[in-house]
Every structure is written in structure tokens, then in C-alpha cells.
């Protein structure tokens, strides 16, 4: 018999199954072995990860924390200046009264009575005071809307409580795969005990979050929101 | 008027104290949880309660349900500030009888609106 494509007479019998399979373990062992180290790569830089996205989250609190700081102080400062305002706007109404009297005064004195220098000076003193009063109306405005903006700042700080939500849940998310990506490492015959038995690292993120929360400026949420409770309180809950 | 403000965030506390001062209201406590919360109403008392949903040790609905057993503040002004915007979660809250609710990021008149909503139908009901 002829030889097939060139092999030897003798290679050309049925090889043993038990042979053959375990040539084909031999072949998988390295894509095992690869594999094995991907997860081990993986899951060893998954608490690293977790970290970052913790160390967000707390410079995050603090730039917060710092800002607010700022913010009240601001405010009181404001507050310091709307104090005075009121004061020196108290004692520029003191002023008009004290330059209406004089104004009677003079009227009532023969010897000033017509005369036009004091005519002049009265209403120079009425006019300086009235000035004086509208500028520290003007003051109050100004005091009034900066308080308004940083008040408007604070507001948007929500922000802060709002992403550390979304950082606590992308961090569970996180987690729940090191935890699969162990149990993983744990099939394999020489686990790297020390990233099997890992446990999460502490994050400084909340412990309780809404997976839903988004910073979503827009009132249809609130509106749809009113719409139920309008018609949960027209049923007489 | 005392308020007492419940949220696990120090930002979120601080944001709504801030408001509530702006709008005149100076007399505020806080909470950091239900818990604390609840604690501290029954040992100091509050007019007004606006609380966070999401918190450890004791939830915002868990603390309404705590308030609303409790006969003494049966009535008490309960405004639930949260994150939470589905229909089903409002539906729960309003279940548990809180008398408003607001999705954050809330704005001063939002609260403003909601707060004298609230005392108008409770001083009406009273
Ligand atoms: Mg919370």
C-alpha cells in the first residue's frame, strides 16, 4: 500500500485517545496559564482603582467643605455690611430731620428770615442727606444680590452629595467584579492567596446611596413629582 | 419655628441650614441619620422635619414611620429631600405620610414653596 501524503506506513494508525487528549491539555495549560495571570492582574489592580475613585470622593468633600467655609463667611461679612448700611441709612434720616428743623429755624429767626445764604445752606445739607440715603439704599442692593449669588453657589455645591453617589455605586460595581474575579483565581491551582482573600478597601464614599441620583437641574422631575402628590392628596390619603 | 435637618451628607445639611437661614428660619438642629434623628426629637422636640431618604443605621422612610407611630408627632411637618425620583419612590413616601417632597438638587424657592405649603395645610388642619 501506498504511503498517505508522505508519512511513514507506521504513523498512519489511529492514534490512542487518551493520547490525544492529552495533547490537546498540553495545549490548553498556556491559555489556562494566561488566563490565570490576566486575573490576577486584574483583580490585584482592582483595590487601586476602588482607591482613586475614593480619593475623588474625599477631595472632592473637602474642596466642598472649603468652599461652603468661605461661602458663610461671605455671607456674614455681608451681613456686617447690611448692619452698617442700616445704621449710617438711620443716621442720614436723623440728618434730614435735624436739617428740616433747621430749615424752621431759620424761618422762625428775624434776623436770618429771607435771607438767601441760609436758604442756600439748608437745602445744600437736605441734599447731601437725601444722597446719602440713596446711596446706602444702593449699598443694600449690592449686599443683597452678592448674598443672592452665594447663595446660588451654595445651592450648587449639592453636586458634592450627588456624585458621591454616583462614585458609591460605580464602587460597588467595582467590587462585586474583584469579587467574582477571586472566586475565579480560586479555581485555578496556585491562587495568589493574598488577592483571593483581599477584602474591599474602606472607601470614603456614603455606605447608603440611590444608584439612581443624577445632578439634573431641570424641574420636570419636581413637576412630575407635585403631579403625583396633587393627585395622592385629592384622593384624601 | 425649630427645624431639625436629617441628611448623612455634612454638605447637604449644611446647604439646607444655609437656606432655612436665609429665609429667616434660625433656629435649626441636625442629624446625621434616622436614628439620630429620632433620638433627638424625642428628647429636645422639632416643629419642622426635612429629611434625606438614603442614610445608614435608619432610612428617611424608616424615620417617617418612626414619627408617625410615635402619637406625639403624629402631625409633626415631615419634608423628605432626596435624590430619589422614580413615581413608585414618591408613591412609598407619600405612603408613609410624609407631608412633601422635594428631588434634589433642590432650589431656595422650591423649599421655600414647599415649607409654607406644609405649615399652611397643617395650621388649616389644626
Ligand atoms: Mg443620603
Known sequence: ?237 | MKFLVVDDSTTMRRIVINSLKSLGYEHVAEAADGKEAFQKLVAEGADFVITDWNMPEMSGLELTRAVRAHAQFADLPILMVTTRAFKEDVVEAMKARVNNYIIKPFTPQGLKEKIEQILKSTTAAA
Open chain 1, 1 to 237: 500500500m501506498d504511503s498517505v501524503q508522505g508519512l511513514p506506513e507506521s504513523q498512519h494508525s489511529p492514534e490512542n485517545p487518551v493520547t490525544s487528549f492529552v495533547t490537546a491539555l498540553h495545549g490548553i495549560i498556556p491559555t489556562l496559564d494566561r488566563i490565570r495571570l490576566f486575573i490576577e492582574d486584574s483583580t490585584g489592580k482592582i483595590p487601586q482603582a476602588s482607591k482613586q475613585l475614593s480619593s475623588v470622593a474625599t477631595a472632592t468633600e473637602v474642596a466642598t467643605t472649603e468652599i461652603l467655609d468661605l461661602l458663610e463667611r461671605s455671607t456674614q461679612t455681608l451681613s456686617d455690611v447690611e448692619t452698617s448700611v442700616a445704621k449710617l441709612k438711620s443716621i442720614s434720616e436723623r440728618q434730614q430731620l435735624a436739617g428740616a428743623a433747621l430749615r424752621a429755624l431759620a424761618a422762625s429767626l428775624p434776623s436770618t428770615n429771607g435771607t438767601s445764604a441760609w436758604s442756600e445752606h439748608v437745602t445744600a445739607i437736605e441734599e447731601s442727606n437725601r444722597d446719602a440715603s440713596t446711596i446706602c439704599e444702593e449699598l443694600a442692593g449690592f449686599a443683597k444680590s452678592a448674598k443672592d449669588d452665594i447663595m446660588s453657589i451654595s445651592i450648587a455645591l449639592q453636586v458634592q452629595d450627588i456624585t458621591s453617589q454616583q462614585i458609591a455605586g460605580v464602587s460597588q460595581v467595582i467590587e462585586s467584579v474583584r469579587e467574582q474575579l477571586s472566586k475565579a483565581l480560586s479555581n485555578f491551582e496556585h491562587p495568589i492567596e493574598s488577592l483571593a482573600d483581599a477584602t474591599a478597601p474602606s472607601l470614603s464614599v456614603p455606605k447608603v446611596f440611590d444608584h439612581g441620583a443624577s445632578y439634573d437641574t431641570s424641574q420636570d422631575r419636581q413637576e412630575s413629582a407635585d403631579e403625583i402628590i396633587k393627585r395622592w392628596q385629592q384622593e384624601g390619603h
